[in-house]
T-cell receptor, first 112, second 108 residues
Framework: DVKVTQSSRYLVKRTGEKVFLECVQD?????MFWYRQDPGLGLRLIYF???????EKGDIPEGYSVSREKKERFSLILESASTNQTSMYLC???????????FGNGTRLTVT | KNEVEQSPQNLTAQEGEFITINCSYS?????LHWLQQHPGGGIVSLFM???GKKKHGRLIATINIQEKHSSLHITASHPRDSAVYIC??????????FGTGTRLKVLA
């Protein structure tokens, strides 16, 4: 079974802190995604990576950056956390083609 | 108007009931996904459809490409089916659009 592991289930950070969310997948998938999920809204794409060191902005990239130095690891960085970044963050991966998305368990981030 | 609409938003059923969740979309797609999210957050892929019908255990998913509509059916529902069910469409080039989900509660 594909495993997508997010490093933390819950995080509490202060406004202005730099925050790192880590995601690791064990199936050699090319494509990895970071989404945020807020009540009443569908999952929204923050960033997408289709290969090592390659990234594309999603629908809501402002205030975020990403890093993909190795194929299995995709990191989301909040340069200076703000309260409006309090949310559930979900990482996903897929090899592409006719394959489904595989999600991590999510990180619930609270910024105070 | 959202490009992916799900109905109902909330659904409460008695154990054993037949359940239908609907998804309508307004864009061209290469595939449609049904996902399940349990309390705590993790999301599991249930089905990926580009045409017709798929069945897995008590779950059935159908899609009508001409009408831009998909349904997820649960037969003989059980309390462990309680979850949020999410419809997502793949516009191609990994552009997924997600519905806001249907929160299902099955009572024993």
């Amino acid at each position: 079974d594909v495993k997508v592991t997010q490093s933390s289930r819950y995080l509490v950070k202060r406004t202005g802190e730099k925050v790192f969310l880590e995601c690791v997948q064990d199936m050699d998938h090319e494509n990895m995604f970071w989404y945020r999920q807020d009540p009443g809204l569908g999952l929204r794409l923050i960033y997408f990576s289709y290969d090592v060191k390659m990234k594309e902005k999603g629908d809501i990239p402002e205030g975020y950056s990403v890093s993909r130095e190795k194929k299995e690891r995709f990191s989301l960085i909040l340069e200076s956390a703000s309260t409006n970044q309090t949310s559930m963050y979900l990482c996903a991966s897929t090899p592409g083609g006719d394959s489904p998305l595989h999600f991590g368990n999510g990180t619930r981030l609270t910024v105070t | 108007k959202n490009e992916v609409e799900q109905s109902p938003q909330n659904l409460t059923a008695q154990e054993g009931e037949f359940i239908t969740i609907n998804c309508s979309y307004s864009v061209g797609i290469s595939a449609l996904h049904w996902l399940q999210q349990h309390p705590g957050g993790g999301i599991v892929s249930l089905f990926m459809l580009s045409s017709g019908k798929k069945k897995h255990g008590r779950l059935i998913a159908t899609i009508n490409i001409q009408e831009k509509h998909s349904s997820l059916h649960i037969t003989a529902s059980h309390p462990r089916d309680s979850a949020v069910y999410i419809c997502a469409v793949d516009k191609g080039t990994y552009k997924y659009i997600f519905g806001t989900g249907t929160r299902l509660k099955v009572l024993a």
